[in-house]
Structures are given as C-alpha cells and as structure tokens.
C-alpha cells in the first residue's frame, strides 16, 4: 500500500511555547507563516516552513491552497459532556439542583443505544463545527455509552480521551451503579480502546461527592493496574459541592478526597478548580496533574471565578486545559470559552489590582489573569496538549505530529462590528501582530462561523459553505 501524501498552502498561526513565560514579548512563544507549506504524510506532519522554501522539495505533491484564512492547530476542548448535548441552556439552577432536576434524567436516556448513537453523531458534528479535533469528555455510568462514544470517534479518526463514568451515590437510581460494575466495565473498555487508533481512555470517578469510599477505591485498583491510563474527574466546582464532599469523605479538602486514592498525578485533570485552595493550587503543580478551566460553566452555573493568574504562577505552574463543559457550559465554540475566558480574567485582574482593596493587591497575579491572544490560543492549543501529556501528539505544527488544523474566517461572526480596522482583511494579517490581532478579535467578537473547515488527520472533515443546514437542526 503507498503513502498517501498531500499538502496544505496558506497562513499559519501556532506555537513553540508558553507565551506566561514571555510576559514582555509573547511572540517568542508564537509562528506566523504568512504564505506557509504543511506536507502531510499519511495524517502525520512530515514538513512544515514557507511556501517559498519548501515547495520546490516536493514538486509532484498535490496542494490544497487554503486562502485568505488562519491555519492553526485543531482546538482541544479538555473538559465535556457527551450525553448533556441535548439539555443546552437549561434554566435557573446552581449546580447540585441543576444536575438532579436536568442532567440526571437526560444522561439515563442515553442507556438506549440508538439515542446514544443518535446524540454521539450530534456532538461529534458540532465539535468538528467549531474547530476543535480532540476532547476529554464524561459519557454516563452506562458502559454502552461510553462504547458508542469510542466508535463514533474513530470513525472520524479523532483523537479523543474518555471512559464509563462511576457514581454510586447522590444521583438517583438509575444513573448510578455499584463500584464492582463499574470496575468490570472499565476494564473491558480500557482493554478494548485504550490506544486502539487514536483512542485514550480515562478512569472517570464523576466528582468525589457521588462517589463511595469503595467507588474510589475501585478508581485506585484501575490506576494500579493501568498506570499510563487517564484519570478525569470534578474538582472544587461549586461552594455548596465541597462542603457535602468534605462531610462524606472526611478530608481537609477536596484534592485529598482523590490523592487518598493515589489518583492525583501525570494524566491526571480536575474540572473547574474554582475554589482550590493555595495549598491544592500546589499539590497540584507538584504532582504534574491538571485542571481544566470551564469558564462558560463556571458563570452559567453561577459557581464562581477561576483563579487563572494563581494557576500561572511561574513558582508553581498548574498545567491547565480549557473547557467547553457541555452543557453546563452553553456552546461548543472553544472561541466562546475564551471570550468568556477572558472577562473572567479582567474581573480577576481588578480585584488584584489594588484598585478594590489595597490590601490585596497582587500585580504580578492580576496581571497574569489578563488573556492575550497568545495566551488564548496557545491554551486551546498547545497548552492544552501539555495538560493531557499530548505534546509530543498535537498541538501545533511541528513535523511527526498529527495533522489536525483549523481554518478561521476572520470576516465571520459579527462582520464589521469590531475587527481592527488597521488591518487589511481583504489580504490577510502580514506580520505576527496583526494575526494576533485578528485572532482576538474572533475569540471576542466571532463565533462558530469562523471556523471556515476542520481537517483531522489531513483529510477535511467540516467545511461551513457545505455543512447540511441539518447539522444546528433536529435529530
């Protein structure tokens, strides 16, 4: 069998670092390719520079020019529900009721296969819509659905991280199950998924609140027995949440509820992280694990304000994701989470700032909270990547890496609102800091109709000019 080459023409955006790291010059951290080459050898990277410099080295590969867009790595979404597709913008809860009046009914309705199939094909379509190729995402307790969800991804060849879901308490009968099931499942399905294609899987306590002293345990047996496994859970999301969960498990706080278990480490990600303290803030850095930053949930649900500056402090660095949260979170548009991002972060930014309360003034930490576009869109991106241990995998442009990308349309969403008017949209960005410019101004002012098409693996798999008009409709 040959090898399948191809390339593809156009500007690229990507990058090589943390731009935290570069606080007076984030360019270091960033490429621009103005007229770039990627050369694509069965799905896999094989070259990447400028058009000038590479083409004539390959003069017999079939080129696709993707014109007047940004290139960039493929969004990753660390943190989302497959089987709360359906329940968008559901009114007028905080967490603990919104999850027994909403969540709960709707995730059991997925233990019928052909509805689990039904709302796999739907929320695959809409993360390939809104640019993002890789997720970590929650299914339910049933392992039906979690199966679904593994075959639904590798139809699509994309890289995903997921698993049967344990939770034997708080839920109502029905969407829980015993800690013996769920240890039984998960090894049938980690034997079967786990790197089969581009599958991962995930040991998936759902929070520690719902979860019994034996459910954990049985989560530790799996990490014992499965050590190069993914370990995806909740943590810290909501006020109410961690009290009840420091009354069940008898811990100082909520981290400890999970390294009792020898849970917290490499592979590890925490959902939310709202209310860490300092000290869980630290044992996590220390112990290489993550947290996935939902702000879209965090303000839908009213549970509070993610600590970004503290999660980047450069003392003691908190590998960090960011996630849509579907469907506490209420888009699949990683563009939208980092609009939402990035209000929560100014909000930050001023309680710091000394401006509120001098006694808590913290420059260096407000500062920190501020998300330019480097630090957007390197944390969708390769940001995310080092949280789930992928960089060697994903995340930017680098030749030996998985050729997932996105085209961004800087003319839609809101045309003519609020893009910078110094920069010439007809052509195209031709430095570094209009690029940049335009690419803040999408993650504020655009939506899902910039993303123009999505490519996993090197082969197209969205296109918006002919997307079925089914795909935002019934199913």
């Known amino acids: 069998m040959g090898t399948a080459r191809s390339a593809i023409r156009g500007s690229f955006f990507d990058f090589v670092d943390d731009p935290w790291k570069h606080p007076d010059d984030e360019k270091k951290s960033a490429r621009f390719i103005q007229d770039g080459l990627m050369v694509i050898e069965d799905g896999i990277i094989k070259d990447f520079g400028s058009f000038e410099t590479l083409s004539a080295n390959y003069p017999h590969v079939q080129v696709t020019h993707i014109p007047n867009r940004l290139i960039l790595p493929g969004f990753i979404d660390g943190h989302i529900h497959l089987a709360q597709t359906r329940v968008l913008g559901s009114y007028g809860e905080q967490l603990l009721p919104w999850l027994q009046k909403w969540i709960f009914p709707e995730e059991k309705r997925y233990s019928d296969l052909e509805y689990a199939r039904k709302g796999c094909e739907h929320f695959f379509n809409n993360l390939l819509a809104a640019g993002t190729t890789t997720c970590q995402a929650f299914t339910t307790h049933d392992a039906t659905v979690a199966d679904a969800f593994f075959t639904a991804a590798t139809t699509r060849n994309m890289r995903v991280i997921s698993g049967v879901t344990g939770i034997d308490m708080f839920a109502p009968e029905g969407s829980t199950d015993t800690p013996e099931n769920f240890y039984n499942d998960s090894k049938k399905l980690l034997e079967k998924w786990h790197k089969n294609g581009r599958n991962l899987y995930a040991i998936t306590p759902r929070f520690a609140l719902g979860c019994s002293a034996e459910m954990m345990t049985a989560c530790q047996r799996l990490r014992k027995e499965y050590p190069d496994v993914y370990v995806n859970t909740h943590v810290s999301e909501n006020p109410t949440e961690i009290r009840v969960c420091l009354e069940n498990h008898g811990t100082k706080d909520y981290l400890e509820a999970y390294e009792k278990y020898d849970l917290v480490g490499p592979r590890f990600t925490g959902g939310h992280g709202v209310w860490l303290s300092d000290d869980e803030m ?51 548009s990683m563009l939208h989470v980092l609009d939402e991002a990035y209000k929560v972060g100014m909000c930050n930014n001023t309680m710091l700032d000394g401006s509120l309360d001098p006694r808590f003034k913290n420059t260096a930490e407000a500062e920190r909270n501020k998300l330019s576009p480097y630090r957007a869109f390197w944390s969708i991106t390769l940001g995310s990547a080092e949280s789930l241990y992928l960089q060697d995998t994903i995340g930017n442009f680098t030749p030996g890496k998985e050729a997932d990308f996105v085209a961004l349309d800087w003319t839609g969403g809101q045309t003519g609102t609020a893009w910078h008017t110094e920069v010439l949209v007809q052509d195209g960005p031709t430095t570094m800091d209009e690029a940049a410019n335009l690419l803040f101004s999408m993650m504020m002012v655009g939506d899902d109709r910039c993303v123009d098409q999505t490519w996993v693996m090197g082969k197209q798999l969205y296109c918006q000019s002919t997307a079925k008009p089914a795909l935002a409709g019934k199913y």
């Open 282 to 332: 630290r044992r996590i850095s220390i112990a290489g694990a993550a947290v996935s930053f939902c702000p879209t949930s965090n303000l839908f649900l009213g549970n509070g304000l993610f600590r970004l500056g503290k999660a980047k402090d450069p003392n003691q660095p908190v590998k960090l994701s960011f996630g849509s949260d579907i469907g506490g979170g209420n888009r699949f």
